[in-house]
């Protein structure tokens, strides 16, 4: 479900810092006043024959123009394009990394041309982006920095602006949310944040990644991730329906079982939530294994974060095993809340 909030006008000469998450599953960006969030797949636009302009109204900056063709991507391109055309972020071919931060720079395009809603006539726009990248990727930082560092054309259904990104900040994803917490909106230490040894769990579509920082130092050994995120359980419902109904579902229907348990076969609500629970068994149980593989009893980790969309289907297992657990607020936003207050935090340095 994409999600926009108000709409932001970059004045002249002004930068524009926000906050990037781009997940395997869900992109997520963030300025002081702004949210957008939507689905990380596209692909090559289709004729619409019929309902051209409610279809485009009803999925605002779905639709970007580039060097490579014109583009459905998010929500617009799950509604129109057949699951094959779908392009994902995830499991790209050989050339990964270079593959993979062009997949990036148009999703980040896209993210801010939504951002910048109603802004026309190629107005430059400088940016200043804060985002991550899976710990293990972190090797790919500079790569990523080259691909969105520059000036950039954006032309999009809502938004024709030249981006021009003058600085990129990097950071191993989970930092996103120990920032969060550790950091304040404005950029200055949270005070109210004394513990030492923090651990953040972020239970995200296709991975579970934890991290432990001790005092600011990234721990390696008590980090990890497991290839075990939400799609387990999406997967299993879609087995559970296409077995019931015998056809496939769409994605969001599927989603719609996740969050609520709730099927609307032909009109009527079929209770699911007995599937649901047993979906996310693979879920909870890699999620706590990989904390207990990492922590152990958790004696040693005075608090845990835990965010990222899938934080709520696991927070009763994971809180029953490690009581120092906190649920973060908007989990699914806290990586890019994190990497705006880092992005204001380093502005800050810079300006005292
Ligand atoms: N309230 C919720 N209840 C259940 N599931 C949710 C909720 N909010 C988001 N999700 C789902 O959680 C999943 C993970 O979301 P998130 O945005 O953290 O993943 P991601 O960052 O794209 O994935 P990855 O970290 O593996 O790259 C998504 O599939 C999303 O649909
Ligand atoms: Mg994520």
């Not at 991507?73 to 790209?92: H, I, K, S, T, Y």
């Not at 951002?115 to 899976?134: F, S």
């Not at 602006?161 to 917490?181: D, H, K, L, R």
């Not at 950091?183 to 934890?210: A, S, W």
């Amino acid at each position: 479900m994409s999600k926009r909030k108000g709409t932001t006008t970059a004045l002249p000469g002004s930068t524009l810092t926000m906050g990037l998450d781009i997940g395997y599953g869900v992109v997520k960006a963030v300025t002081s006043d702004r949210v957008v969030t939507f689905p990380s797949v596209m692909g090559h636009a289709r004729e619409l024959k019929f309902q051209h302009d409610e279809i485009a109204q009803r999925h605002p900056g779905d639709q970007i123009g580039d060097d490579d063709g014109t583009w459905f991507v998010g929500d617009l391109a799950q509604a129109q394009l057949p699951p094959g055309e779908l392009l994902r972020l995830r499991g790209r071919t050989a050339n990964e990394a270079v593959m993979g931060n062009v997949f990036r720079l148009r999703l980040a395009k896209v993210a801010i041309g939504k951002l910048l809603q109603g802004q026309w006539n190629r107005d430059i726009v400088h940016i200043r982006i804060a985002t991550g990248l899976p710990v293990d990727h972190m090797r790919d930082a500079a790569d990523l920095k080259a691909a969105l560092i520059g000036q950039h054309l954006i032309k999009t259904d809502v938004a024709e602006i030249v981006a021009n990104v003058s600085e990129v900040m990097v950071m191993p994803q989970p930092y996103g949310t120990i920032f969060a917490n550790t950091l304040t909106e404005t950029g200055e230490i949270n005070r109210h944040h004394t513990v030492m040894r923090t651990g953040v769990c972020d239970v995200g579509t296709y991975t579970v990644d934890i991290a432990l920082d001790d005092d600011g130092e990234y721990v390696d050994a008590e980090s990890g991730s497991v290839e075990s995120g939400v799609y387990t359980a999406h997967e299993r419902i879609a087995t559970a329906l296409e077995r019931d109904y015998r056809q496939k579902m769409p994605f969001k229907l599927v989603e719609q079982v996740l969050k609520t348990g709730l099927f609307r076969a032909a009109g009527e609500l079929v209770d699911y939530s007995d599937e649901v629970q047993e979906a996310l068994g693979t879920l909870r149980s890699a999620t706590l294994n990989l904390m207990s593989e990492k922590w152990k009893s958790g004696a040693t980790v005075d608090a845990i974060y835990l965010s990222g969309g899938g934080a709520e289907l696991v927070v009763k297992e994971v809180f029953a095993a490690y009581p120092q657990t906190i649920l973060v607020q908007e989990a699914q936003l806290a990586n890019a809340r994190g990497y705006l207050n880092y992005a204001r935090f380093v502005a800050r340095q810079g300006s005292e």
